[in-house]
Structure formats: structure tokens, C-alpha cells
């Protein structure tokens, strides 16, 4: 087993840009988004997937996506916010974060797209940016922490997989 398990985590299904968000950090989940998220926290619950710690982006879809996630899986995590997962973000900025929470065996990072693709990418030595549908998660293990070397991906979960994993 490994010494230490990132789970990277895309929100779910957000209220669209426009007029009505004309600020978009805080455009929420859907209610369509909410449901989706609920039934993969409890395909994860299921496949006995469990977090010592969620770590969000402070914008409300991601802080959303979060708490569901803490509500239906075994054990609540807490849920912290952190501006290195915001799309400002960059994967040192991540590296940093990840590194605060060194005593910590599973951590879910919640955050957005481009970003949470790229980062994967450079957690696993990829060459291009993994590409996370809303509510797509992944797995990605460490011999320690904060990582020094590449990471080995487990397992990678579009949201369509984990909708029938219940």
C-alpha cells in the first residue's frame, strides 16, 4: 500500500457563465450537479474509499463539490480552502499546499479545469494534461510526503463510471 493517496477531484456540474454569475467564483453547483456528486461520494463510500482531509479551491462550485463529498463518505473529512487550488493556481502552489498536511494518508484536492489536469500531469510525469470531465476523480499515490518523486495513478473515474459503481 502506498505511504500516501492524492485524490484529485473536479466540480461538479455548475450554473452556466453569463448575465445571471456575472461574478464567476460564485457560480454554484446545479441541483442536476448536486444529485451527480451525491451518488459518486456514495459509489466511493461503497469501494470503501475514505479521505483524511478534503482540500478546496474557495470558489462556491468546488467548496460545494467539497462538502458533498464530506457529508457521504465514511468518517466526514474536514474540508479546508486553499487559493492553490483556485484557477489562479499553479501545481508548485499545490506542491506547497499538499506539503501542510504531511501527517495526513489520503487527501482529496477539489479544483478546476484546466488546472486540476494539468496537474495530474506533472504528478505522474505525463506529458500532456489528463483531461477531467465535472466530477471526475483520480487517484494518484506517493511513497511519502510531500511527493519526491513521480506519483503512480490507481485509478482515474469519469463521473459516468462511478454513477453505476453503486
Given amino acids: 500500500m502506498a505511504a500516501f493517496e492524492l485524490y484529485l477531484i473536479r466540480h461538479g456540474i455548475a450554473e ?27 459509489a466511493l463510500a461503497t469501494l470503501g474509499v475514505t479521505f483524511d ?26 474540508v479546508e480552502l486553499s487559493d492553490a487550488l483556485a484557477p489562479a493556481g499553479t501545481p508548485a502552489d499545490v506542491m506547497q499546499e499538499i506539503a501542510k498536511h ?10 478546476h479545469e484546466p488546472n486540476i489536469g494539468e496537474l495530474a500531469a506533472v504528478l505522474i510525469g505525463a506529458r500532456a494534461p489528463i483531461e477531467f470531465k465535472k466530477g471526475a476523480i483520480c487517484r494518484i499515490d506517493f511513497n511519502g510526503l510531500p511527493p519526491k518523486s513521480m506519483g503512480m495513478l490507481r485509478w482515474f473515474l469519469p463521473p459516468r463510471i462511478l ?4
Fill in 163 to 166: 454513477k453505476h459503481a453503486r
Fill in 102 to 111: 504531511a501527517g495526513k494518508g489520503r487527501i482529496a484536492l477539489v479544483g
Fill in 16 to 42: 452556466e457563465r453569463g448575465p445571471e454569475w456575472p461574478d464567476d467564483s460564485k457560480r454554484p453547483l446545479t441541483g442536476k450537479g448536486v444529485t451527480a456528486l451525491k451518488q459518486e461520494a456514495k
Fill in 53 to 78: 482531509l478534503i482540500v478546496s479551491s474557495p470558489l462556491t462550485r468546488t467548496r460545494q463539490t467539497a462538502s458533498v463529498f464530506a457529508d457521504y463518505l465514511p468518517k466526514k473529512p474536514p
